[in-house]
């Protein structure tokens, strides 16, 4: 069997050299070094990230409603809570869903495990974290994203773990709603708050206002001036009758029979009538201490008294509305998707990666030699 030479199939040695040399250092340091410490990243050395995605909503029954999903919420009875929304984001970001997740130092176990790569790991060193620096890290871990239109908030975690990065997500929704029903709470309690106070007052007032009624009757021996003053009116209306009847009576006797005997009793019993208006005429217009004296601080007093118990009944309607209006303003965080148990690491993107640090090298390769080619000719 004929055999071709091996120098037809093998590659001079001088040509290998001449290739090395057209390697410049330039694109060794732009493209080779980068490439190949990013196939030793992404390849070797990065975790596995898994990704636990949760959605949900705050609603209220008494709030307008947005457009898209808020209408069809609004439909069925309750609308979007703009502000507890952004309590609740602030709070899955805050320092304090932090340190309530770090209970017992869980969050730096499950990021600081050995399992995960050191470039990705909490702490790598192993030096005691500040919990700043752990917050910092946290930050990178937990994503918020609101949609206005829809109304729905998506909430990402990220871990090394899909357990840990459901039971963290699984928590901090638990946050959220706790958060929300804590606004709540205050709230209403609040709004009653200051109501309750109002019929307190109210009915304060009105129990002072009662019994100055009470007392000045007492001490007055009266129980309705005016009432009072209207009967003795008619009683002296009876009386000027049964005076004006005797006067007559006795002008009639004088003058048919001016020694009748019953004329002395006529005028005694004229005497006793005027006697007897005269008093029941002091008792109503005579003096402090007449039913016309007494009606005018009765009045008052019953004045202040009507006022009291108006001011009562507002007061309890306001707390009735008050009430009514802390019902309404209940706001609650509705799971549209629970948290899930990712099956699958989702980061990090290897081959893209890869092939995003070669292209950039190349670019960066392509830029730096136009400019050391306009160097080095303008210096020529």
């Known amino acids: 069997m004929y055999q071709y030479p091996l120098s037809r199939w093998s590659i001079p040695t001088d040509t290998v050299r001449r290739q090395l040399r057209r390697l410049n250092l330039l694109f060794v340091a732009t493209v080779i070094l980068p490439t190949a410490a990013a196939i030793t990243y992404f390849g070797f050395l990065a975790s596995d990230v898994y990704i636990s995605e949760s959605a949900f909503v705050v609603r209220s029954p008494d709030k307008p409603a947005a457009s898209g999903l808020g209408v069809l919420l609004k439909s069925a009875g309750f609308s979007n809570a703009g502000d507890e929304i952004y309590a609740a984001h602030d709070y899955v970001k805050s320092r304090d869903a932090l340190r309530a997740l770090n209970k017992s130092r869980a969050v730096e176990r499950a990021y600081g495990d050995p399992s995960i790569s050191i470039f990705d790991r909490f702490n790598p060193l192993g030096i005691d974290g500040s919990f700043e620096d752990l917050f910092d890290y946290y930050k990178n871990k937990v994503i918020v994203d609101y949609s206005p239109a829809s109304s729905i908030t998506t909430l990402r975690v990220r871990a090394y ?4 990065a459901q039971q963290i997500n699984s928590k901090l929704l638990q946050f959220s709603e706790n958060v929300v029903n804590l606004l709540n709470a205050r709230g209403r309690t609040d709004l009653i708050r200051v109501a309750s106070e109002e019929v307190r007052e109210a009915e304060t007032f009105a129990r002072q206002a009662s019994a100055a009624v009470a007392r000045y009757r007492n001490q007055q021996g009266v129980i309705d001036p005016e009432r009072q003053a209207t009967v003795q009116l008619q009683m002296i209306s009876k009386l000027q009758d049964e005076l004006i009847g005797a006067r007559t009576q006795l002008q009639q006797l004088r003058s048919i029979a001016p020694e009748n005997p019953q004329i002395p009793l006529l005028e005694v019993r004229i005497r006793q009538l005027m006697a007897e208006i005269a008093s029941q005429q002091g008792q109503v217009t005579g003096g402090s201490r007449s039913l016309s004296g007494a009606a005018a601080q009765y009045q008052r007093l019953q004045l202040e008294s009507q006022i009291a118990d108006r001011r009562l009944t507002g007061a309890m309607n306001s707390l009735q509305e ?8 209940q706001a609650y965080v509705e799971r549209i998707v629970q948290p ?15 092939l995003a640090t070669f292209l950039i090298g190349l670019i960066a390769y392509g830029i730096l030699s136009m400019l050391l080619a306009g160097i080095r000719e303008h210096h020529d």
């Open 161 to 164: 773990s899909p357990q840990v």
């Open 322 to 329: 008050a009430q009514s209006e802390a019902r309404r303003k």
């Open 340 to 354: 899930s148990l990712p099956d699958e690491a989702k980061e990090p993107k290897r081959f893209r990666g890869i």
